[in-house]
T-cell receptor, first 114, second 114 residues
Framework: KTQVEQSPQSLVVRQGENCVLQ??????????LRWFKQDTGKGLVSLTV?????DKTSNGRYSATLDKDAKHSTLHITATLLDDTATYIC?????????????FGAGTQLIVIP | EAAVTQSPRNKVTVTGGNVTLSCRQT?????MYWYRQDTGHGLRLIHY???????QIGDVPDGYKATRTTQEDFFLLLELASPSQTSLYFC?????????????FGEGSKLTVL
């Protein structure tokens, strides 16, 4: 049973537009949540990690929120660039230590067009 | 600079073939992981290790063996490859500090079993 659901599955935006990616999960306990960017044919690169019950982070044009009560996270990308074309993966960690497991979503494929 | 290097990047074998995927990290991390990534699924954990000589079973271990020879090197072995093992394999390393820790991925090894 999939415990991390991402939506939309794919998204096309024009360069300069903003977009929002969603992540809903059922993982329990939910210690932290990470967003990764995966360029085509490449590995995953961490964008941000959220930890608190209601958390917000910002990393340049990327900002993210987490609501553990709703088990929901969003990733906002502002003023998209062509280089933002990638798959964005939501990952929920069920422990604060390495003894925990990471639960991966299937990703949202973002395509930015000129 | 943090690095996880996988080899080979691409491999084609036949059913019943013997395959070894290699991973080396230069991050001085204790924890290393092997995942597989398939279309429509999140990354799934095959095996992981806490240090040289240590091996832990992941969520999808059937048909795979692994060995951690040094802190730097972690190998994934497919002794009788099957078409169901056609996938994109990722190695990752972590300093094991969970939600605030570092987590780095290699660029992947694409395996095709004919």
């Amino acid at each position: 049973k999939t415990q991390v659901e991402q939506s939309p599955q794919s998204l096309v935006v024009r360069q300069g537009e903003n977009c929002v990616l969603q992540c809903n999960y059922s993982v329990t306990p939910d210690n932290h949540l990470r967003w990764f960017k995966q360029d085509t044919g490449k590995g995953l690169v961490s964008l941000t990690v959220l930890v608190d019950q209601k958390d917000k982070t910002s990393n340049g044009r990327y900002s993210a929120t987490l609501d553990k009560d709703a088990k929901h996270s969003t990733l906002h990308i502002t003023a998209t660039l062509l280089d933002d074309t990638a798959t964005y993966i939501c990952v929920v960690g069920d422990r604060g230590s390495a003894l925990g497991r990471l639960h991966f979503g299937a990703g949202t494929q973002l395509i930015v067009i000129p | 600079e943090a690095a996880v290097t996988q080899s080979p990047r691409n491999k084609v074998t036949v059913t019943g073939g013997n395959v070894t995927l290699s991973c080396r990290q230069t991050n001085s991390h204790n924890y290393m992981y092997w995942y597989r990534q398939d279309t429509g699924h999140g990354l799934r954990l095959i095996h992981y290790s806490y240090g040289a000589g240590n091996l832990q079973i992941g969520d999808v271990p059937d048909g795979y063996k692994a060995t951690r020879t040094t802190q730097e090197d972690f190998f994934l072995l497919l002794e009788l490859a099957s078409p169901s093992q056609t996938s994109l394999y990722f190695c990752a390393s972590s300093d094991g500090t969970g939600n605030t820790g570092q987590l780095y991925f290699g660029e992947g090894s694409k395996l095709t079993v004919l």
